[in-house]
């Protein structure tokens, strides 16, 4: 069975800085996609960004950027420029035949 | 684009009552998923559909929780008779083709309280 762990509880960072978003998985596939969805108080699940295993590229959109190690199962998630409607839960995910989802991550933006 | 729609918002019942709850994904979206999310806690896939078909309901309690995707387009989760621990979030996402491909769009989620 696949897992996903997220370590960091709450994360904070000051508005305009760079904070990193921890998370590992285990899994035997070979063959995956892993995401990091974004939930604001809101609910409304969005997705910031995705990254094919299979590709050794790491992925990259705007302010979001991952950190992808296939060997060590990690997969991190780099923002930068931190601002205040960054503020939510952040959950990682693993997607094969499903997607497993991590236990998340709150990020406070400090002015 | 329409995103994927979910009623009611909020749901307050007594234990052992029964509800109901309704999602209608984005239109021409083959995949669709039910999600519980315990507060604190990420979201788990209770069932997945293919069109009308049932995918994955290894985690849906069966003695409780059922569900249906009628004519693959709307589908109905039920939870009879409800009980103090089913209190979460319920989500639902669609996705274009599946059964498992790319960005899982969600709706906005049903916040259910058991009392």
């Known amino acids: 069975a696949q897992t996903v762990t997220q370590s960091q509880p709450e994360m904070s960072v000051q508005e305009a800085e760079t904070v990193t978003l921890s998370c590992t998985y285990d899994?035997?596939?070979?063959?995956?996609?892993l995401f990091w969805y974004k939930q604001p108080p809101s609910r409304q699940m969005i997705l910031v960004i995705r990254q094919e295993a299979y590709k050794q590229q790491n992925a990259t959109e705007n302010r979001f950027s991952v950190n992808f190690q296939k060997a060590a199962k990690s997969f991190s998630l780099k923002i930068s420029d931190s601002q205040l409607g960054d503020a939510a839960m952040y959950f990682c995910?693993?997607?094969?035949?499903?997607?497993?989802f991590g236990q998340g991550t709150r990020l406070t933006i400090n002015p | 684009e329409a995103g994927v729609a979910q009623s009611p918002r909020y749901k307050i019942i007594e234990k052992r009552q029964s509800v109901a709850f309704w999602c209608n994904p984005i239109s021409g979206h083959a995949t669709l998923y039910w999600y519980q999310q315990i507060l604190g806690q990420g979201p788990k896939l209770l069932i997945q559909?293919?069109?009308?078909?049932?995918?994955?309901d290894s985690q849906l309690p069966k003695d409780r929780f059922s569900a249906e995707r009628l004519k693959g387009v709307d589908s109905t989760l039920k939870i009879q008779p409800a009980k103090l621990e089913d209190s979460a979030v319920y989500l639902c996402?669609?996705?274009?083709?599946?059964?498992?491909?790319?960005?899982?769009?969600f709706g906005p989620g049903t916040r259910l309280t058991v009392t």
């Open positions: 559909f293919q069109n009308n078909g049932v995918v994955d």
């Open positions: 996402a669609s996705t274009l083709s599946g059964p498992f491909s790319y960005e899982q769009y």
């Open positions: 899994t035997s596939e070979s063959d995956y996609y």
């Open positions: 995910a693993f997607g094969a035949q499903k997607l497993v």
